[in-house]
């Protein structure tokens, strides 16, 4: 099968799969990924090999559009809108679930570079899966009010969380006989550098766009800026992540019209998204699932844990409800999309240990795709948002 | 020619307390739903009303910021209009700043219908609200507005 041919062929059985998958309440994205896994060399073998070699290319170029659209939350604007509430909730239990998932981590003796980078996925949720579970249950109140404004900027935590301990997490790993001062200095280079080029690109972006005139032209620049950005990034061994989401945070603040940048994308990010879920569906060890027993319920438990601490004290800061401060984290508990997504960046830039990475989140993220709406909706009941 | 030499003047606008049972009210009879500007106690311009933000009475809270995560969106659908029941409530309970834009594409009255042309097309809009200096709403242009102006200058209308 040629590369055109595979692409097709994962476009048009995703495209039905999550059609399947909408009758059976499960979001499109679990879809792509079981797709994945049955068409990978796992099971069926059906995937050509010049496919995942291109996915090196689709996964960046996924990546980076998630982390642009991602990055217009960093406003005064959406600041304003959500309130301290879901701002202190949202930014402490993301710290909260990276801070005790590494600790734990590092207590059963995991190395330091592994520990913080399942530290930082642990940050992630799934908002497509919780969203699902409060429609189903037509829940409605204060308190999914509340999860909802926590839900949606929590991926945004969880990123740059992800992209400082990454950055931090290489630096260990490749100076592992070094001193601290050094992994601390390549660290901040990178962290720094992914600030100015997306700043400088969010610039540019920002003024060259006024001369745009229609949509086609629109998207082509939207684009071009993006891979650019995400090419140099590359290029220099800086944060694509991190640049995607300055660039796209430097834009809103300087630009009223902006969302334009960010409308423009949503007609042509899905097949995009479509394609690199069903790849790192293929590209999960099957046999490495053997391997990650410890570590995975290590991570499991502690994940956990570490969201019910976050939201608790950001609850208490910000003076919210009972409910919110004792049930919220229930909530919290799904994780699928931008957890895998991390993974796969890290199997990228750790090819010893990357595999078990990878496989350790895809197989927890199955256990918290089956267990977490579950808790969502004992976290909805507990509060009385259920009317029905 | 500027945008105020062709805008309409006659808008019917809504505040942000503004409840959907009075807001469907207004444009009952109406042949489509037309868009709605929303403004302050001062007339500032500060949000508006189109019949995609009346989608957003079946979505849940914040859903602006949601559907900034791209993995937020459940499938390839939209919202399913026809699976979600409302209560008889909904119509007081839900007022305009729940539902309004605040992404507003506007013109100043004193551009050129170029202008206002182009910022149509760019943002797939049929009709944006016009304001003077003061941000106050002024007035709607149309595309139609535009080609009629075009129609008249060439003897068709």
């Not at chain 1, 690109?201 to 998207?219: D, H, M, P, Q, V």
């Not at chain 1, 991570?299 to 570490?306: C, E, N, T, W």
């Not at chain 1, 919110?324 to 991390?342: D, W």
Request: aromatic share 10%; charged share 15%.
């Amino acid at each position: 099968m040629n590369t055109i041919l595979g692409i097709g062929f994962i476009l048009i059985v995703g495209l039905f799969s999550a059609k399947a998958a909408e009758k059976i309440k499960t979001p499109a994205i679990t879809a792509y990924l079981v797709i994945g896994i049955v068409i990978g060399p796992c099971v069926l073998n059906f995937m050509p090999d010049n496919i995942i070699n291109i996915s090196g290319i689709i996964s960046n170029v996924a990546l980076s559009l998630i982390a642009f659209s991602i990055g217009q939350n960093f406003s005064k604007r959406t600041f304003q809108q959500v309130g301290k509430q879901v701002l202190w909730i949202s930014i402490l239990e993301a710290l909260g679930a990276w801070f005790v998932t590494v600790t734990a981590l590092l207590c059963f003796n995991v190395p330091g570079y592994m520990a913080l980078v399942f530290g930082a996925i642990a940050a992630a949720s799934a908002p497509a899966a919780i969203i699902m579970v409060v429609r189903q249950y037509k829940a409605r109140g204060k308190f999914v009010d509340t999860l909802m404004g926590v839900v949606a900027l929590d991926d945004a935590w969880g990123l740059i969380i992800f992209s400082i301990s990454l950055a931090v997490s290489k630096a260990m790993y490749l100076h592992l006989s070094t001193s601290m001062v050094s992994v601390v200095l390549k660290a901040l280079l990178e962290i720094c550098g992914s600030f100015l080029l997306g700043g400088i690109a969010g610039i540019l972006l920002s003024y060259i766009g006024r001369l745009i005139k229609n949509k086609t032209e629109l998207l082509i620049y939207t684009l071009g800026i993006i891979f650019i950005t995400t090419g140099l990034a590359l290029h220099f061994h800086v944060s694509v992540l991190l640049s995607c989401m300055f660039l796209a945070a430097v834009v809103v603040n300087l630009n009223n019209e902006s969302f334009k940048y960010f409308d423009v994308l949503g007609d042509v990010d899905w097949p995009i998204y479509l394609i690199f879920f069903v790849l790192a569906g293929a590209s999960l060890e099957i046999a490495l699932l053997a391997k990650i027993g410890f570590i995975g319920i290590v991570y499991l438990v502690f994940r956990v844990i570490g969201k019910f601490a976050g939201t608790y004290f950001g609850a208490k800061i910000s003076n919210a409800d009972s409910d919110v401060s004792k049930y919220l984290s229930l909530g919290l508990m799904p994780q699928a999309g931008v957890a895998l997504g991390m993974a796969l960046i890290a199997k990228d830039q750790f090819p010893e240990v990357g595999g078990l990475i990878f496989t350790t989140v895809a197989a927890t993220t199955v256990v918290y795709e089956i267990i977490g709406p579950f808790f969502v909706k004992v976290a909805l009941q507990k509060t009385n948002q259920i009317h029905a | 020619m500027q945008v105020k030499d062709i805008m309409q003047t006659k808008v019917i606008s809504v505040t942000r307390g503004t409840n959907l049972a009075q807001l469907l009210g207004l444009f009952k009879d109406f042949h489509s739903f037309p868009v709605v500007p929303v403004v302050d106690e001062n007339q500032v311009l500060i949000g508006i009303v189109r019949m995609r933000n009346l989608f957003d009475v079946f979505k849940p809270h914040h859903q602006e910021i949601l559907m900034r995560n791209p993995l937020s969106m459940l499938s390839h659908e939209p919202t399913d209009i026809f699976d979600i029941d409302i209560e008889e409530g909904m119509g007081f309970l839900v007022i305009v700043a729940d539902i309004m834009d605040q992404k507003i594409v506007k013109v100043k009255e004193s551009q050129s219908l170029k202008d206002a042309y182009d910022l149509m097309q760019l943002h797939s809009r049929d009709a944006i609200p016009v304001v003077n200096a003061e941000k106050q709403l002024v007035g709607i242009i149309s595309i139609f507005d535009i080609l009629m102006q075009i129609f008249r200058e060439k003897g068709v209308a």
